[in-house]
């Protein structure tokens, strides 16, 4: 079958990514990393031999069949790739993906790993055979095409629909993660202008850790060690950018507290979420909102750089992500994937940057004097 020293990336790749991400529990027997690391030889090997001990390991005869039945095609695969037969790799590649396709996947991260393995195996099959232009003909003529009018990326992708998709993603995640990180901030801010004293001692040493390390390495740290999709993107981003509200917060409230309307809620007997959030809050909100314009800027920097460093969202386009096409697989510079992503992060940028200033000297009279 597929001998361990024939697998070329593609199906190694795949045949990892599927063994480690299917179902941690098959038939309702668990299955240990042990016995997925010799599922990962019997399928490279397609070794019969390997079977029995992968029924003892908990799998039926009928689910051990179906991965000698994926051998068989990936070593299909295989000779069609050695033989320059595009057709007959393409189709032993969908068989395979089909076999995958009907197997049980760990979580839903893990579906998603499994079909960029299988987009990938794919692609494995233009790339080797080579029944298109080669790589520095095609990059040559991928912009200005009519059909293409931003140009393609490195295996023929139009760059103006990902820029499209990656404007929805960039946009969402700034708003959502700005919210997370507006919330956090008012709810301890708020605490620590109210009661002052050793509570706002000790709220202000954790932000002044926070603060203390670089945005960027806490980003990539979490980025990381969590599961890579948009809503833990979110998350992680709104998580370590509130310092900044909570600042804001804290000193509008420690001017506020003494005033006679806190004075006249503590005297009614108001609940401190009460006099906190209904009364406190919409008096002293102000310099939060527009701090908050200026985040949504900085969390698309942020997640445009965590795209780019390969730490995005999986299966989602991103500018980060297409910027990080810029040279493709072959090496060569390919200037429309940095200019027009790039442009896209920069507009975008400045325009919140202008929409947060804007608002800042309509709220605030004497910086409005000041700058005329």
């Known amino acids: 079958m597929v001998a361990e020293e024939q697998v070329d990336d593609g199906i190694a790749f795949f045949i990892r990514t599927v063994a480690f991400n299917i179902s941690p529990r098959i038939e309702g027997l668990a299955i240990s990393n042990d016995a997925r690391s010799n599922l990962v030889e019997f399928v490279a090997s397609g070794d019969r031999a390997m079977e029995a001990g992968l029924v003892e390991a908990g799998m039926s005869d009928a689910y051990v069949a179906r991965f000698l039945e994926l051998s068989e095609d990936l070593q299909a695969y295989r000779d069609g790739i050695d033989e320059g037969d595009a057709e007959a790799a393409s189709a032993a590649a969908d068989a395979a993906i089909t076999i995958v396709a009907g197997i049980e996947a760990a979580s839903r ?48 992708r139009d760059v103006l629909t990902q820029m499209l998709h990656a404007c929805r993603l960039s946009i969402s995640i700034g708003l959502v993660s700005t919210g997370i990180s507006v919330v956090i901030g008012i709810v301890i801010g708020s605490l620590m202008g109210y009661f002052g004293g050793w509570v706002d001692l000790v709220l202000s040493r954790i932000v002044e850790i926070f603060m203390a390390i670089p945005v960027l390495f806490l980003l990539i740290v979490a980025a990381s060690a969590l599961p890579r999709n948009t809503y833990v993107m979110m998350a ?123 608002f800042r000297d309509a709220i605030d009279p004497k910086m409005r004097k000041a700058a005329h």
Not at 143 to 152: E, K, S, V
Not at 246 to 254: K, Y
Not at 298 to 312: M, V
């Open 109 to 156: 991260n893990s579906k998603i790993m499994i079909a960029d393995a299988s987009d990938e195996l794919r692609d494995k099959v233009e790339e080797r055979i080579g029944f298109v232009q080669d790589a520095e003909a095609r990059s040559e003529d991928s912009y200005g095409r009519r059909d293409f009018h931003l140009g393609t990326d490195p295996i023929g």
């Open 236 to 358: 992680i981003i709104g998580c370590v950018t509130w310092t900044g509200s909570a600042r804001f917060i804290r000193a509008e409230f420690l001017k506020l507290r003494n005033q006679d309307f806190v004075q006249s809620c503590r005297a009614v007997g108001l609940p401190l979420h009460s006099t906190l959030f209904r009364h406190m809050l919409p008096n002293g909100i102000t310099p939060v909102l527009v701090q908050a314009s200026f985040g949504i800027a900085a969390a698309i920097i942020a997640e445009a750089t965590l795209s780019y460093l390969g730490l995005g969202p999986y299966g989602q386009s991103s500018w980060g992500k297409l910027l990080s096409l810029t040279t493709g697989e072959t090496g060569i510079f390919l200037w429309w994937m940095a200019v027009f992503p790039g442009v896209a992060i920069f507009l975008t940028v400045l325009a919140y940057n202008v929409l947060g200033e804007n």
